[in-house]
């Protein structure tokens, strides 16, 4: 079997939402844009990379993370025929200027509509926005629709001081309404408990219902069940009163 059939013979599709990639190479953002601890990658003679941040090790990455190659014998090994592809949630820099987190979104984002295109059968790719800046967000999530083939974004669980209710974000929901797409909700800064709450709050207020075309998967959400017993009722009611996207 080639690396472009679907790795099962099952009438389903066995799809991996949650997995995060970044280009080989990275520009050097800091020395771009004159400030901030923008993540570099450090590549080790034995082949990984070590993601640096302001000098510091953050991580270590492994080729899968980059060549699509090896994430394709990753899915044959784990039987998965197609994988969702996102960025890791440190590039989402949600806290620099705003043009300048267009500027890295769109690197990002024009990165994995490539990768995408190579392996259409494959991945399908979830873009980043720069939220902070809601009119920009909307540009960029536009351009991912409608521009560059994406199926959707994958967003923090909050946007700086921002719960997903905040009303400055409304537009950006807005737009979410208009195309069907897939949400990753990536709760890198607020795992556990707190991005729970995050979560609950943003569910639990407004009017969702002009925004159920948006099919919502959550990442990283199992840790907050476990801290935050309470919070989780909250948002089980709150999805419980959402109403169906095949209701009349
Ligand atoms: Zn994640």
New binding site residues.
Partial sequence: MTTDEPASACRFLKIDL?T?ILPKHLPDFAKKFGYGEFIQLQHLEDGRVNMMQDGKHFRTIECNCWDPQARLRDCQRFQVDVQVL?T??VMFNYACKPEDTLIISQYLNDHLAQVVAEQPRRFVGLGTLPMQAPALAVQELRRCMLELGLKGV?IGSHVNAWNLDAPELEPIWTVCSQVYLIG?I?S?IGRGGAGCRHLCSSMGHGDRRTHVQVLVSL??WVRGIKDDNDHVLVLLECLRKQPSPCAP
């Fill in positions: 949650h995060h996102s890791i949630p994958q990753l990536d890198r990442a990283h």
